[in-house]
């Protein structure tokens, strides 16, 4: 939904009580509507008044090995390369799709990222990112082919105020000749407003050669001669910026947060050296004995007896037995020795040491400013190569044990929001190089991403399974819980994976489930019934027919027994008992 359906259009007029719009009303006083229409609708931006000034700041600080490492570490963990493509990104799809798609895909992002060399400058591109706020690249029309831009060059961006901020033209100092044939363009006509600072802006209303803004001839020193307009569909901009800041659409630097605490580490740094160098070594105390001198004579015979000490006598060079005095700084060796009267009394001059600076090893406050430029930069201590804890002790951790947990995942999370920063314009990118080549697949089924930083993440889901799996182990052996429950539960498995851990179970155990029916039969038939159940062994005896007469009985017709006896009834063959 656009922001434009909740301003009230101005009528235009010449009307006195017409002065409300911004352009029949420039000639009237500034009124408060003429006020809000130009701070709150501006067409140039600069980014901050001193942002030139402060990439300069930048490479200093980057100058420091603690934030020269903390960037290392930042840009190396957001550019891990993806061991199945061999790139640093890797492909999310939304949608199903076929292995041609996947194969394409895979085929034209090889091509992409060599064409642009990602392997070699995708970890330099994200330091510059993450170092200037900003990384911008003119992109070859031709060849499509990214051209690195130094930000510095970057004067303004002639923002589109009516499509959300949508950058529309840069304003490039130096541009190469060879682009300026092909990506230059006219100016915008803007309204002079500038916004974050600047001392100067595009003049419009005249429409003067192609590329080139308009200013005051005349000095050699005049930059905007050399300006460019460049149209935006020509310029890669990654900006860490959400477009929620005022320097928006130019972004702001992560050593923008730390700029303060760099500085007074910085200071400190610089304090302890003058400290240690002026106060460290020993001192020596000369106590000259002027007895009862005067003051003004006393001081002169203390000023002798020093120029005596700090001044050597040299043979003179031409030779002869005058010495040349050594005029020259002579500082006092601890080998030398020195003499000096003394009275009967023990009264003179002596010479004592006095010790030179104390607690000069001790630099817990350069720890502290340490260990906040840091943390400033959200990166776990334990990553850098000389520690910083509290402690002051660095201890060695393989990452596993040693290291706290909620420190890496914050990391962690912290490296992902900086890709999702620009990951957009690289997938952006990436779809505009498949829609030139051709490329038949849906755009909308897949995203570019960035490879997800590699870190405890490995080890803290092995130690996790460790633990289910131990847990799981003491649950099977109670009678009463079910082991799909104790699976789902303890294990931590969703119904999906409980699906298909069931699936390939019974691919790996299908032999095992068909038991073999000569061995299981001949078990069966130990017991008295066979595999095949009770029916298959009353099927050996032979099947009467219902209507079939019987067979008569050999000796004649059997006599029916006497049911108290059990002896037969009658003479049937029967031998009676005596």
Same mark, same amino acid.
């Given at each position: 939904?656009?922001?434009?359906?909740?301003?009230?259009?101005?009528?235009?007029?010449?009307?006195?009580?017409?002065?409300?719009?911004?352009?029949?009303?420039?000639?009237?006083?500034?009124?408060?509507?003429?006020?809000?229409?130009?701070?709150?609708?501006?067409? /140039?931006?600069?980014?901050?008044?001193?942002?030139? &000034?402060? !990439?300069?700041?930048?490479? *200093?600080?980057? =100058?420091?090995? #603690?934030?020269?490492?903390?960037?290392?570490?930042?840009?190396?963990?957001?550019?891990?390369?993806?061991?199945?493509?061999?790139?640093?990104?890797?492909?999310?799809?939304?949608?199903?799709?076929?292995?041609?798609?996947?194969?394409?895909?895979?085929?034209?992002?090889?091509?992409?990222?060599?064409?642009?060399?990602?392997?070699?400058?995708?970890?330099?591109?994200?330091?510059?990112?993450?170092?200037?706020?900003?990384?911008?690249?003119?992109?070859?029309?031709?060849?499509?082919?990214?051209?690195?831009?130094?930000?510095?060059?970057?004067?303004?961006?002639? /923002?589109?105020?009516?499509?959300?901020?949508?950058? &529309?033209? !840069?304003?490039?100092?130096? *541009?190469?000749? =060879?682009?300026? #044939?092909?990506?230059?363009?006219?100016?915008?006509?803007?309204?002079?407003?500038?916004?974050?600072?600047?001392?100067?802006?595009?003049?419009?209303?005249?429409?003067?050669?192609?590329?080139?803004?308009?200013?005051?001839?005349?000095?050699?020193?005049?930059?905007?001669?050399?300006?460019?307009?460049?149209?935006?569909?020509?310029?890669?901009?990654?900006?860490?910026?959400?477009?929620?800041?005022?320097?928006?659409?130019?972004?702001?630097?992560?050593?923008?947060?730390?700029?303060?605490?760099?500085?007074?580490?910085?200071?400190?740094?610089?304090?302890?050296?003058?400290?240690?160098?002026?106060?460290?070594?020993?001192?020596?105390?000369?106590?000259?004995? *002027?007895?009862?001198?005067?003051?003004?004579?006393?001081?002169?015979?203390?000023?002798?007896?020093?120029?005596?000490?700090?001044?050597?006598?040299?043979?003179?060079?031409?030779?002869?037995?005058?010495?040349?005095?050594?005029?020259?700084?002579?500082?006092?060796?601890?080998?030398?020795?020195?003499?000096?009267?003394?009275?009967?009394?023990?009264?003179?001059?002596?010479?004592?040491?006095?010790?030179?600076?104390?607690?000069?090893?001790?630099?817990?406050?350069?720890?502290?400013?340490?260990?906040?430029?840091?943390?400033?930069?959200?990166?776990?201590?334990?990553?850098?190569?000389?520690?910083?804890?509290?402690?002051?002790?660095?201890?060695?951790?393989?990452?596993?044990?040693?290291?706290?947990?909620?420190?890496?995942?914050?990391?962690?999370?912290?490296?992902?929001?900086?890709?999702?920063?620009?990951?957009?314009?690289?997938?952006?990118?990436?779809?505009?190089?498949?829609?030139?080549?051709?490329?038949?697949?849906?755009?909308?089924?897949?995203?570019?991403?960035?490879?997800?930083?590699?870190?405890?993440?490995?080890?803290?889901?092995?130690?996790?399974?460790?633990?289910?799996?131990?847990?799981?182990?003491?649950?099977?052996?109670?009678?009463?819980?079910?082991?799909?429950?104790?699976?789902?539960?303890?294990?931590?498995?969703?119904?999906?994976?409980?699906?298909?851990?069931?699936?390939?179970?019974?691919?790996?155990?299908?032999?095992?489930?068909?038991?073999?029916?000569?061995?299981?039969?001949?078990?069966?038939?130990?017991?008295?019934?066979?595999?095949?159940?009770?029916?298959?062994?009353?099927?050996?005896?032979?099947?009467?027919?219902?209507?079939?007469?019987?067979?008569?009985?050999?000796?004649?017709?059997?006599?029916?027994?006497?049911?108290?006896?059990?002896?037969?009834?009658?003479?049937?063959?029967?031998?009676?008992?005596?």
């Amino acid at each position: 939904m656009s922001w434009k359906r909740y301003f009230t259009p101005v009528e235009q007029g010449t009307g006195t009580g017409n002065n409300y719009s911004p352009i029949n009303g420039r000639g009237q006083g500034p009124g408060p509507a003429r006020s809000n229409y130009s701070s709150y609708l501006p067409d /140039v931006y600069v980014g901050s008044p001193n942002r030139v &000034e402060r !990439y300069g700041q930048y490479n *200093v600080m980057d =100058n420091d090995s #603690e934030v020269n490492a903390a960037l290392d570490i930042l840009a190396e963990f957001c550019s891990q390369q993806n061991d199945q493509n061999n790139t640093t990104f890797k492909i999310n799809f939304k949608q199903q799709a076929t292995n041609s798609e996947v194969t394409v895909l895979q085929k034209y992002l090889q091509q992409w990222c060599k064409l642009n060399d990602f392997g070699t400058k995708m970890f330099r591109i994200l330091r510059n990112v993450f170092k200037f706020g900003d990384a911008f690249f003119i992109r070859d029309p031709e060849t499509k082919k990214w051209f690195h831009v130094d930000p510095a060059k970057v004067t303004r961006i002639i /923002v589109n105020e009516s499509e959300g901020k949508k950058p &529309e033209q !840069y304003i490039i100092r130096d *541009v190469n000749l =060879n682009f300026r #044939e092909q990506v230059a363009t006219t100016p915008y006509t803007t309204n002079g407003n500038v916004t974050g600072g600047g001392d100067g802006y595009l003049t419009g209303g005249v429409r003067g050669m192609v590329g080139n803004a308009q200013s005051q001839a005349g000095s050699r020193f005049g930059t905007e001669q050399r300006e460019v307009a460049i149209d935006a569909d020509h310029i890669v901009h990654l900006s860490l910026s959400e477009g929620l800041d005022n320097n928006y659409p130019f972004g702001n630097s992560l050593l923008e947060s730390i700029f303060k605490v760099y500085k007074q580490k910085e200071l400190l740094e610089d304090a302890i050296i003058i400290y240690r160098t002026q106060r460290a070594p020993e001192r020596r105390v000369f106590y000259i004995d *002027v007895g009862n001198m005067p003051s003004h004579l006393a001081m002169q015979f203390v000023e002798r007896v020093k120029t005596e000490i700090h001044q050597r006598r040299i043979p003179s060079a031409s030779g002869g037995s005058t010495n040349v005095i050594d005029s020259a700084y002579n500082p006092l060796s601890t080998n030398e020795d020195y003499f000096f009267p003394q009275t009967a009394e023990g009264r003179g001059s002596k010479v004592e040491t006095l010790p030179g600076g104390t607690n000069l090893g001790e630099i817990d406050d350069l720890k502290y400013f340490t260990n906040k430029l840091i943390r400033g930069l959200r990166i776990p201590s334990s990553y850098l190569p000389s520690a910083a804890q509290d402690e002051g002790q660095s201890q060695f951790n393989d990452g596993r044990v040693g290291t706290a947990y909620i420190q890496e995942l914050r990391f962690n999370k912290y490296c992902e929001r900086l890709q999702n920063l620009v990951t957009e314009e690289f997938d952006q990118e990436f779809k505009r190089y498949l829609m030139e080549k051709g490329a038949n697949v849906d755009f909308a089924m897949f995203d570019l991403q960035l490879q997800t930083p590699q870190n405890f993440a490995s080890y803290r889901q092995s130690e996790l399974d460790n633990q289910r799996i131990g847990t799981f182990t003491q649950i099977q052996a109670i009678p009463f819980i079910s082991n799909r429950y104790a699976m789902k539960r303890f294990l931590g498995m969703s119904a999906e994976e409980l699906a298909e851990n069931e699936r390939f179970w019974r691919e790996e155990n299908d032999e095992n489930l068909k038991a073999p029916p000569t061995d299981a039969a001949g078990e069966m038939r130990g017991v008295g019934v066979s595999g095949a159940g009770i029916t298959s062994d009353l099927g050996g005896t032979e099947e009467v027919d219902p209507e079939a007469e019987p067979d008569p009985v050999a000796g004649g017709e059997a006599t029916p027994p006497d049911t108290a006896t059990g002896q037969p009834l009658g003479g049937g063959g029967g031998t009676p008992q005596q």
